[in-house]
């Protein structure tokens, strides 16, 4: 079955930090570029952050630049996304994304940052 599958998310207090992980399946995944994506209640889905498909090439939205990392395990089919310095900001559902000919969304996990 073609699918992603995104874990990880919970509550946190701010400046804590939170690991996502999104599994992939289905498809082959050391081939094709990963990116993470976020929606915040009542706002449109945007851009997180994107790695290539064997993680030479990283890219981040300036608004987690220095605080987020991505990253990839090709042998485990798996993607990260380690959350540093979390804000209130942060909270959103976050996705990961690729496109195999088609676009493929996970199913999102939830991320929320409040004391």
């Known amino acids: 079955q073609v699918q992603l599958v995104e874990s990880g998310g919970g509550l946190v207090q701010p400046g804590g930090s939170l690991r996502l992980s999104c599994a992939a399946s289905?498809?082959?995944?050391?081939?094709?570029?990963m990116s993470w994506h976020r929606q915040a209640p009542g706002k449109q889905r945007e851009y997180v952050a994107s790695?290539?498909?064997?993680?030479?090439?990283?890219n981040y939205a300036d608004s987690v630049k220095g605080r987020f990392t991505i990253s990839r395990d090709n042998a485990r089919n798996t993607m990260y996304l380690q959350m540093n310095s979390l804000k209130p900001e942060d909270t959103a559902v976050y996705y990961c994304?690729?496109?195999?000919?088609?676009?493929?969304w996970g199913q999102g996990t939830q991320v929320s940052v409040s004391s």
């Open positions: 994304r690729t496109d195999i000919g088609r676009t493929l």
């Open positions: 790695i290539t498909s064997f993680g030479i090439t990283t």
């Open positions: 289905g498809f082959t995944f050391s081939r094709t570029g």
